[in-house]
C-alpha cells in the first residue's frame, strides 16, 4: 500500500508541475466540481481581529512547501520578542480524532508527526483538532499569539493574519486546481493574504534553509564538516513532502547520497532501517517518528531563515493587534 501511495503522488506531480496537464486533461470536469465547492466556501474568509491574534500560516498548493519550518521559525522570533505562543494544527495522518493536546509522552501516531515536531522544537504547547477552532479555544487564554500549522482552507477558522509559503522553484505548477493541478485554491488567491514567504534559496532571496549540524539520540552532534569526513556516503530515508530537493541540498554540502522516499507522513518500521551499507540520516520530522528499536540514525538538523524585511512587517502588523 505504501509503494502504490508513492507511485500514485509521483504520477500526479509529473503532471502537475508541467506546463500542461498531459493525460490529466481527462480529470477537467472534475476541477470545475472542486473550483465551484472551493469558491462557495470563500464567501465568508472570517479575516478578523482576535484576542489572542490568530495567525494561520499555509499554502495554495498540496505537498510540502516548508510550512512547518516556517511555523517554528515564526514561534521562535515571537518568542524572541518576548511572547508566549501556542500552535494549532489539524494532525494530519493521525489515527486519533477530535482534540488533543500534544505531551512529549504523546506518540506520534496520535498526534501527527508535524505537530510532535513543533512541540519538541519550540516548547510551546500545541494543540491538535480537526475543527481547528476548538483548538484556538483550548488555548486562547494561556498564550499571547497562537499559530496555526496549516489552514488557509480551514475557512471555520477565524484569523488575524494569513500567511502563504509559496515553492518559488515549483511555483503553483500548471496553474490548475485538483486534481487537474496541484492547487488547492485558485492562484489569485494568493493575493489576498496579508504576507507571502517564498520558500527558495538563499541566492533567490526568499526563505531558506540552514544547515546546522547532525546529530544522534545518543547525544553525539557532529558539524556538518566533521560528518562529511566521516560519513561521505548516507542513505537518506525520509518522509517528507519535498524529497528531492533534501537529497540535492546534501549533496549540494558535499554528501553521496542514496535516496529512499516514503509518503509524506508515512509511519516508520523496523523493516525501513535494515541492510543499511552507508550512514542513516533522516531529517527532524522524521526522526520524532522513529521506532524506539532503530539505533544509530543521523539526524540532519537545519534552521529556517526567514528574510529580515519579512518579519518587520509580520511584526508591525502583529503589534497593533496585541
Known amino acids: 500500500m505504501t ?22 486533461w481527462l480529470l477537467w470536469p472534475l476541477e ?22 490568530c495567525v494561520v500560516v ?64 519550540c516548547n510551546v504547547p500545541v494543540v491538535v483538532a480537526e475543527q481547528r477552532a476548538m483548538a484556538y479555544e483550548c488555548l486562547q487564554d494561556r498564550v499571547d499569539v497562537v499559530l496555526a500549522d496549516d489552514g488557509l482552507q480551514h475557512t471555520g477558522l477565524r484569523r488575524s493574519i494569513e500567511i502563504a509559503v509559496v515553492d518559488k522553484q515549483r511555483g503553483f505548477g500548471n496553474g490548475h486546481c485538483l486534481p487537474l493541478g496541484p492547487l488547492r485554491e485558485p492562484a489569485a488567491r494568493i493575493r489576498t493574504v496579508d504576507h507571502i514567504i517564498y520558500r527558495g534559496s538563499k541566492s533567490q532571496g526568499g526563505a531558506y534553509l540552514v544547515p546546522q549540524d547532525f546529530y544522534q539520540d545518543s547525544g553525539q552532534t557532529l558539524s556538518l ?11 537518506v530515508v525520509t518522509a517528507i513532502g519535498a524529497p528531492q530537493r533534501l537529497q540535492a541540498d546534501l549533496e549540494a554540502l558535499g554528501f553521496s547520497v542514496t535516496l529512499r522516499a516514503f509518503p509524506d507522513h508515512y509511519q516508520f518500521n ?37 528574510p529580515e524585511t519579512t518579519l518587520t512587517n509580520f511584526w508591525t502588523q502583529l503589534e497593533a493587534l496585541l
Open 32 to 53: 470545475l466540481v472542486y473550483t465551484a465547492f472551493v469558491a462557495r466556501k470563500r464567501l465568508d474568509p472570517r479575516v478578523e481581529p482576535m484576542k489572542p491574534p
Open 58 to 121: 499555509g499554502n495554495v498548493t498540496v505537498g510540502g512547501t516548508g510550512k512547518t519550518p516556517v511555523v517554528i521559525a515564526l514561534v521562535r522570533y515571537l518568542q524572541s520578542k518576548g511572547l508566549t505562543v501556542g500552535v494549532i494544527s489539524r494532525g494530519y495522518g493521525r489515527a486519533t480524532s477530535g482534540l488533543l493536546e500534544v505531551t512529549r509522552s504523546s506518540l506520534v501516531s496520535d498526534t501527527g508527526d508535524e505537530p510532535m515536531l513543533i512541540h519538541r522544537s
Open 3 to 24: 509503494y502504490g501511495r508513492l507511485l500514485f503522488e509521483r504520477f500526479f506531480n509529473y503532471f502537475w508541475y508541467r506546463e500542461t496537464p498531459g493525460l490529466l
Open 270 to 306: 523496523d523493516q525501513d532501517f535494515v541492510n543499511a551499507r552507508h550512514a542513516v540520516v533522516v531529517t527532524e520530522k522524521d526522526a520524532v517518528k522513529l521506532p524506539a528499536s532503530v539505533q544509530g540514525v543521523w539526524v540532519y538538523r537545519t534552521q529556517m531563515r526567514i
Open 225 to 235: 564538516e566533521h560528518m562529511l569526513a566521516k560519513h561521505p556516503l548516507i542513505e
